[in-house]
């Protein structure tokens, strides 16, 4: 390759990769604001006696159904051929109807109905999310994978705490702070495909189209990808140890610290900062050595230890303080994993042509936490009279996290 040519190899993948940093912070802006202030603070306005088990029902619902989307998204992506390319088109309509149903949901004084455009609404957001992880694979090499994961890992984290940020301002203008969410996780949408011009999709072969073929690429053989489902389970037990604390923050503080609904509304903010901060000071260093070591495993390993310690602070100083000390920990720990978290996905797909079906299917462990942690947070409580026990489960999601990525042979 000429020196002019890796020049502007260079140049677009710089440019790709604040893009990727840009949509990565959109998504999870929409992600925290509704899931951490906004949904919760609607549920309990419905019904305060209540709220616990109807966001679980609300929670779940949305998580069943992005279970499906992920895969079907993936492959449907896969398929696409445009002259936008395989992945632009995708992001255009989820970005525009996720907009949509954000400002309906806005709208909604009933339970049933929150629940509906809640479920479109997530529907639209998780197809972006699953077609925008595609593009990493398509765009980078092994090498640079690192890299990649680290900057949507910076994008993620800059949404968290984006998104509950503008959510408590929100909060006290629901139609406007909704419709403001939708309009602007367009406006990145349609940006993106802008700066980003894929390459057209025309050209490209398309195998016949079968059901049965169809259905049938949605199971990778644990027996011949072993390390894809390694790779799968210690996703799904790490997502689920931060989100068996992050979705129901809000309850946290308000139920086991003892704080008012408008003080916990307002210290949701900072705590969430703080993780914030934590994650960014480890997660684009680390995603650079891995890549200079070509090591993913020890860093996966050290996270959850990371973050299993940090699940016990609350248990041993029950108060704002230790919430505090709970979100700078885990923020560390949270941030290792993440910046090799799509780098490791990636070294684990089986079949290069189908990378979005086969990162819908991994993006899967992170849907299946978000539709049983309601349920299980739920179960939790009424057994142990409060939230000690979600904190212990916390932990030992975290241990099974790091125990399950050991057996994984093709990555170092």
């Known amino acids: 390759m000429s ?84 992945r632009a088109p995708w992001i255009i309509i989820g970005g525009a109807t996720g907009a949509l149903f954000t400002v309906l949901l806005a709208g ?19 197809s972006v999310a699953t077609v925008g992880s595609a593009v990493v694979p398509d765009h980078f090499a092994r090498e640079r994978l690192g890299v990649a994961s680290a900057v949507v890992a910076l994008g993620i984290f800059v949404g968290m705490g984006a998104g509950v940020a503008l959510a408590g301002i929100a909060v006290n203008s629901i139609g406007i702070g909704y419709a403001a969410f939708g309009i602007g996780f367009m406006i990145v949408c349609v940006l993106f495909v802008v700066f980003n011009r894929d390459f057209s999709s025309r050209d490209l072969e398309r195998p016949p189209f079968s059901w049965r073929s169809f259905l049938a690429g949605f199971w990778v053989d644990p027996k011949r990808f072993p390390d894809f489902w390694w790779a799968f389970a210690g996703r799904f037990f790490l997502i689920l140890a931060y989100q068996s604390v992050q979705s129901y923050l809000l309850y946290i503080l308000r139920d086991y610290v003892g704080l008012s609904n408008s003080e916990s509304t307002a210290m949701s903010t900072p705590i969430t900062a703080v993780m914030l901060v934590g994650a960014l000071l480890t997660t684009y260093f680390v995603g650079r050595v891995s890549d200079r070591t070509g090591r993913r495993k020890a860093f996966v390993f050290l996270a959850s230890v990371i973050m299993a310690a940090s699940l016990a602070i609350p248990l041993l100083v029950p108060s704002v303080g230790g919430m505090f000390a709970l979100a700078a920990v885990f923020g560390v720990g949270y941030g290792i994993y993440m910046s090799v978290d799509m780098a490791l996905m990636n070294e684990v797909l089986p079949a290069a042509d189908q990378a979005a079906k086969d990162l819908g299917i991994l993006n899967i462990a992170t849907a299946l936490p978000q539709a049983f942690t309601p349920a299980l947070v739920g179960v939790l409580i009424l057994l142990s009279g409060g939230y000690t026990a979600v904190f212990v489960a916390g932990i030992v999601f975290a241990v099974l996290g790091a125990l399950t990525v050991i057996p994984i042979r093709g990555v170092r």
């Open 108 to 126: 909604a004084t009933s339970l049933w109905v929150l629940c509906l455009y809640w479920v479109l609404m997530m529907l639209c957001v998780n």
């Open 3 to 86: 020196t002019a040519a890796l020049g502007i190899r260079i140049a677009r993948q710089t440019r790709l990769l604040t893009w990727l940093f840009l949509l990565n912070a959109a998504i999870l802006t929409v992600y925290a604001g509704f899931i951490v202030i906004l949904v919760p603070d609607q549920v309990a306005a419905i019904d305060e006696e209540n709220k616990v088990a109807n966001l679980a029902i609300v929670m779940t619902a949305s998580s069943i159904a992005t279970i499906v989307i992920h895969p079907l998204m993936g492959a449907l992506s896969d398929r696409t051929r445009s002259r936008l390319g395989r």
